[in-house]
Nanobody, 119 residues
Framework: QVQLVESGGGLVQAGESLRLSCAAS????????MGWFRQAPGKEREFVAR????????YYANSVKGRFTISRDNAKNTVYLEMNSLKPEDTAVYYCNTVVGTRPVGGSWGQGTQVTVSS
């Protein structure tokens, strides 16, 4: 059974940093590209970043490029999102999932982790 557990969110001020984690189980983690997505109140879920199965290729949404860094540890079945220079518009619930391109392909979502950035 696929399970994705996001953690690391919190309340921070603009300009501060957070590191999110997503622990995965129930599938062969290293063979899947992984992505982070976010959903702000009243908005659709949107793509944030992706990383290849080996970790040697990454891609970011323009809105976070240069501020966020995605990484993974295949020995720990975990994908990370380092978020720097946070802005109020980064406020959202953040989720991870398996991806093809920038499209989530996992059949289910975790509970997400709330990130709130105050101005």
């Amino acid at each position: 059974q696929v399970q994705l557990v996001e953690s690391g969110g919190g309340l921070v001020q603009a300009g501060e940093s957070l590191r999110l984690s997503c622990a995965a189980s129930g599938f062969t983690f290293r063979t899947y590209a992984m992505g982070w997505f976010r959903q702000a109140p009243g908005k659709e879920r949107e793509f944030v970043a992706r990383i290849s199965g080996t970790g040697d290729s990454t891609y970011y949404a323009n809105s976070v490029k240069g501020r966020f860094t995605i990484s993974r540890d295949n020995a720990k079945n975990t994908v990370y999102l380092e978020m720097n220079s946070l802005k109020p518009e980064d406020t959202a619930v953040y989720y991870c999932n398996t991806v093809v391109g920038t499209r989530p392909v996992g059949g289910s979502w975790g509970q997400g982790t709330q990130v709130t950035v105050s101005s």
